[in-house]
RNA sequence: GGCCCUGUGGUCAAGAGGUUAAGACGGAGCCCUCUCAAGGCUCAAUCCCGGGUUCAAUUCCCGGCAGGGUCACCA
């Protein structure tokens, strides 16, 4: 069979380059020895999730630590997938978390020179090597319709064989020239598959990066490299791509694993120097006991815009992420808690083997610690920030104060202490945490544990000689007097003494008094939050819960 | 089902042929304390199973089992 007709045939485009040119148009990169040239690859959906960020902090870390390049390709082969405005979001969504590339789609860059960065775009390249292929005899046309492979595989299925195109099943991989340029003639459509030279029979090892020695089989199939459309699939985009662009490592989910094979020949028959591969374990997820690898379809709370909107602190779920990708990320980080994560040392062989449960708890915790190390200024541009986006009306006019929303966080997170407090996880959370310092927003529940004789004595007490400029000690003291008037003890070492002797100990009507206060039996520094709120709306607070306390008998 | 990957506390996990098998989150308790936190201290909790190699195996090998992945003109 005269193949070079064949491939003329086939692939008549006149715009191809020889394919030496190609080689010349995107040389190698002039970048110092061990540096890595990473990507991340996204279909166009926009929809970006924790598991997407995880393996993008790969890319980016395992880049930058090496003094390599980071940037983003597009791959939008797959029409259906194609969402208007999702490379801006995956751009947006990453940068939100600190991570941007330095090349690629819609960046900005004078390092684009590798591209285009959408698959699309670079039809012809992969036409070209195609056409090659064809010639060579390493690819042919298959007139298969979804009907006949379906009938393929079906029986495939009853006699108990790999499914797949390959073997005696490639009905096409035999045809006739007579017999293509007929289908040719009739207008039938057609794909380019690979003609594979492997056996299916043959074992090797492959080294990957994360997972060590890992055993591969051969490929035997004849997988589709051009679809009918003439546009690749994405191991033909992958394996030129890569070239081209330079990669040196491609980090990419362990699903890619099993076709491995198809790639490695891939490279082999194209005569290109594979990249390294890292193959990571996906985030999973528990699901009625089992687990589950996290999915976009399925788990729409883990998409990057649910962190957003619950208002993590965005170095919170990069660090949360660093500790899974390098579990002594957390040791480090203890160790040089002043220090920018970036200057750990990322290692991607240290990437454990296993899929990893994600931790809400865990990232709850960091996100806490991550809050608590900011200063009331710096948490309140955070939580403003949530709040401009997400907040309600009443929370934006609470943040236009910046002065006593400061003053508020000062004492939330106990700036004033030697250890800090962590009372502040999320913005969400964080904002509505502080409203009862607001009129509009509080919310009291009187829920006293004493009647109203002993609710009235205690608040009558306190408010009579309330004085802001008291500070904690005197203000304490004055409690117990309050308390000592209304029948409580004044400390709580008589009151264990003597139970009975007494109503209740001061512990007991500090909490009556934070319950007419804020409206709850627990909170930070009550005699703060009287100076804060200031005496007018401490008395006005106080006298409401002695009318609500006379209504509710 | 074939092929591939992975099995250390509830979770994330370090680890080496001989260890009291780290650490973190979570849990329990104590201390501190006007409550709640935070913090300090303490505790409970792990090597999937069966063979082999070895003086010695959680570690190496082989089987089993379990979990996960993959078998498209999707990536």
Redesign the pocket.
Known sequence: MDTVKLANALIPDGDLLPLEEYEKLYPPRNLPEGAQVTRL???PTGFIHLGNLYSALADERAAHVSGGVFYLRI?D??E??KVEGAVESVIRSLDYFGIRFDEGAEISSPLNVYGPYYQRRRAPIYRAFAKDLIARGYAYP?F???EQ?DEI?KRQTEE?Q????YGKYAVCRNLTEEQIYRNLAEGK???IRLKSPGSGAE?FIFRDEI???????ENDQD??IL???G?????F?HVIDDHFMRTTLVIR???????LPVHLQLFRILGFKPPKYA?T??L?KTENG????LSKRKDPELSLDYYRKAGYFPLAVVKYLM??LN??F??WE?KNPQEDYTRFKFRIN?M??????F?L??L??IS??EI?RLSAEECCDFLGKWVEEFGTQADRAHFSDREYITQILNLVM?TS?K?????IVRAEQGVRLIDYFFDDTFKPEYCFRFGKEEVLAVLSAVSADYDPADD?TV??CK?KNAAAAAGFASD?AAYKADPSAYKGS??DA??I??IAVTGM????????IMHILGKQRSLARIKAAMLAAEEAN
């Open positions: 690859a996204p279909s791959e082969t797959d259906k997938r298959c298969c319709t979804e492979l595989r108990k790999t499914t797949g195109y459509p057609f794909v074992k997972k060590g020695e890992v055993s591969v089989t997988v589709v679809k009918s459309d546009i690749p699939t994405y191991h985009a989910g362990e699903e890619w694993l099993s076709s193959h374990c996906s999973m089992g687990k589950r690898k500790t899974l579990s002594d957390e040791e203890n240290k454990g083997k296993s899929g990893a449960l931790d708890e865990k709850n915790d806490r610690t608590s106990g202490g250890k800090r407090r962590k009372d904690n203000w304490f409690l709580t001061v512990t500090a909490e008094l934070r039996p627990n909170s930070p520094d009550l005699c703060t």
